[in-house]
C-alpha cells in the first residue's frame, strides 16, 4: 500500500528546485549538461505518472518561496524531490523547514558536489534526505522519483 495523506485522490510527489536551475541547458553545459530544466522536469513527471503519482514542480531563485512550498507540502505531499542548486550548502533554514516535512525527502544533483570546490562539499539537505542522488546528470532525476515512490511504499509494508 501506497502512503499519502488522507483525502488525496492521487498521491503528489513534489519537485522542487532552487536557484539558478532556470538556467539549465545554457549555464555551464560542460558541468550540467545540455538538458533544459523543463526537460527533468518532464521526465520526471512521465516516471511519476507511470507508477500512478502526480507530479508537481516549483523552481524559485528565492530560499522563503522554497520554504514556504515545503510548508506548503506538509500532510499534502506525498514526497518531496528537491535540487537545492547553491541553497544545499549554507541555506540552514531550508533543511529546519524539510526536517518538519513528515514525508521522504530526496536530494538531487546533476554534478557531483564533493569532486568540486571545497564550499561545495557540504549539503544541509543530506542530514533530512532518504538519499542523495549526485553526479547522474538528468538520469539522477529519475532515479530520484523511483527512490521517493520507494519510500513512500515501504511505509505502510
Ligand atoms: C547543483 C550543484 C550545486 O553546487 C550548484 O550550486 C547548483 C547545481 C547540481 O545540480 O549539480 O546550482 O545542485
Redesign the pocket.
Known amino acids: 500500500m501506497i502512503w499519502h495523506p488522507i483525502g488525496v485522490a492521487r498521491p503528489v510527489i513534489l519537485l522542487l528546485s ?4 532556470n538556467l539549465l541547458g545554457d ?1 555551464a553545459p560542460e ?2 549538461g545540455t538538458e533544459t530544466l523543463l526537460d527533468h522536469v518532464t521526465a520526471s513527471r512521465e516516471r511519476a505518472n507511470s507508477q500512478e503519482f502526480d507530479l508537481e514542480h516549483i523552481q524559485s531563485n528565492h530560499e522563503g518561496d522554497l520554504i514556504d512550498a515545503i510548508h506548503a507540502a506538509r500532510k499534502r505531499v506525498a514526497a518531496i524531490v528537491i ?7 549554507y541555506a540552514w533554514a531550508l533543511h529546519d523547514a524539510l526536517e518538519a516535512y513528515e514525508g521522504p525527502i530526496v536530494e ?6 564533493a569532486k ?2 571545497s564550499w ?1 562539499h557540504l549539503s544541509v539537505v543530506e542530514p533530512v534526505a532518504t538519499a542523495s542522488i ?2 547522474k546528470g538528468g538520469a ?1 532525476y529519475v532515479e530520484a522519483i523511483d527512490i521517493a515512490i520507494d519510500a513512500c511504499t515501504k511505509i505502510n509494508e
Open positions: 532552487g536557484p539558478n536551475l549555464r558541468v550540467y535540487n537545492p542548486g547553491a541553497l544545499t550548502h538531487v544533483h546533476l554534478s557531483d558536489p568540486r570546490e561545495r549526485v553526479g539522477g
